[in-house]
């Protein structure tokens, strides 16, 4: 199996996640024109809903024990990928971020 092919899909509806100041603009306009409904929970945290037909792509040999790495594809076509970083102290969350594809191995 090659890094960043598809090992399953299964269907996402809603999720939490982080958005940090450098390139939120741009991330929260993509997420809008996707069909995305962002609410913000608190700082730099947003609950978004996703249109239906969203779907979650577990990916070949992108994770690590602490992070683990999926893609988002909407059903206008675009994509991306969905990080979630774990963390070593109980005291805080897991961190769920988003990033555009950086590479034809992701896309």
């Given at each position: 199996m090659e890094?960043?092919?598809i090992?399953?899909?299964?269907?996402?509806?809603?999720?939490t996640?982080t958005?940090?100041?450098?390139g939120?603009e741009?991330?929260t306009?993509?997420?809008?024109q996707a069909?995305?409904?962002?609410?913000?929970r608190?700082e730099?945290t947003?609950?978004?809903?996703?249109?239906?037909?969203t779907?979650?792509?577990?990916?070949?040999?992108?994770?690590?024990?602490?992070?683990?790495?999926?893609?988002?594809?909407?059903?206008?076509?675009?994509r991306?990928?969905k990080y979630?970083?774990a963390?070593?102290s109980?005291?805080?969350?897991?961190?769920?971020?988003?990033?555009?594809?950086?590479?034809?191995?992701?896309?």
């Open positions: 890094r960043g092919e090992v399953s899909s299964k269907p996402i509806g809603e999720l996640i958005i940090y100041p450098d939120a741009t991330l306009q993509f997420l809008k069909g995305c409904e962002l609410a913000e608190g730099h947003y609950h978004l809903r996703l249109p239906a037909g779907m979650e792509e577990a990916l070949a040999g992108l994770s690590s024990p602490y992070t683990y790495i999926s893609a988002l594809a909407f059903p206008n076509g675009a991306l990928l979630v970083k963390v070593l109980n005291m805080t969350e897991n961190t769920t971020t988003l990033a555009f594809p950086s590479s034809k191995a992701q896309q």
